[in-house]
């Protein structure tokens, strides 16, 4: 199947989906409408990542300290009351039996990409801050990515303040990633903390989009997000037998119905499955 065909069968998609497909540093050998603004779902988990390092690099936090695990935030929108997030809405409860107590921030991070914990991000992003996070998508070079408020944050979100993601934004983020762990010049931190965050990438056990594409054992620093009508796939994959590439694929959809939990395959997963296996056999013919 070529690019034209794949885009041909994409039109028939109900909603958007956008895509983004190239190698790290080289341009786009495919895109879908890869600046179309999506709601970011649990994707916009990668920026906090970094930011994190990015503050342990710079001395201001130490990932290894433990912290208070309290489920209490506050809003994004000033004046608003303070927050807390729902356990039933989230996927990890190692976090949440640790409330009450302490966890090192790194253990956090981890689970907020490994499981996609909403509880651990809220807490990370309360370490840092979310001008840090703004600071990483500006440095990644993403144009149209904001992470406005932290998850569940409702009366932020109902005064507008949203987590936006689009295609293009989230491969550059990734593909600085794997660029900054490779030695080369890179905008978002050390070689040391870019390869620490690819391994944590490394690790997502949510593997049913992207990941289902790839033949077993493929490495892929990836990370997926999904709420009811959402479902967007981001990753580096690296093959054997050809140079690593990103792909992204966002899908604002009907056919994204597998519901907060995420551990449902619906038509979204297979689609970007799909995507993915396609990508794949064309890893060779991907633009230097």
């Not at 927050?83 to 990890?92: I, K, L, S, V, W």
């Not at 762990?181 to 978002?188: F, I, K, M, W, Y």
């Not at 995507?275 to 013919?285: K, L």
């Amino acid at each position: 199947m070529t690019w034209e065909d794949l885009d041909a069968h994409l039109d028939k998609v109900p909603g958007t989906v956008s895509a983004y497909v190239g190698r790290p540093g080289a341009g786009p050998t495919w895109t879908r409408l890869p600046d179309a603004p999506h709601y970011a779902a649990s994707t916009m988990k990668v920026g906090v990542l970094v930011a994190l390092h990015r503050a342990a690099e710079a001395g201001r936090l130490d990932l290894d300290a433990p912290i208070p695990v309290r489920n209490e935030f506050d809003s994004a929108l000033p004046g608003a009351p303070r927050y807390a997030n729902a356990q039933h809405y989230d996927n990890d409860d190692a976090v949440w039996d640790r409330v009450g107590g302490t966890a090192p921030l790194r253990w956090l991070a981890e689970r907020m990409i490994i499981r996609s914990s909403n509880l651990a991000t809220n807490i990370c992003i309360a370490q840092v801050g979310l001008p840090a996070v703004a600071e990483v998508w500006a440095l990644a070079g993403a144009r149209h990515s904001i992470t406005g408020r932290g998850i569940e944050d409702f009366a932020a979100r109902d005064a507008g303040i949203d987590n936006l993601v689009t295609a293009a934004d989230l491969a550059a983020l990734l593909g600085a990633l794997a660029l900054g762990a490779q030695r080369r010049p890179g905008p978002l931190a050390g070689p040391a903390a870019c390869a620490s965050m690819l391994d944590v990438l490394f690790a997502q056990e949510h593997r049913e989009d992207l990941a289902a594409g790839l033949p077993a054992g493929t490495r892929i620093a990836h990370k997926n997000g999904w709420v009811r009508g959402i479902r967007h796939g981001a990753g580096v994959v690296f093959p054997t037998d050809a140079p690593a590439y990103a792909v992204v694929v966002c899908t604002t959809t009907d056919l994204a119905d597998g519901g907060p939990s995420g551990e449902e395959t619906d038509d979204a997963c297979r689609l970007i499955a799909d995507i993915s296996a396609q990508v794949w056999a064309a890893r060779h013919d991907l633009a230097d």
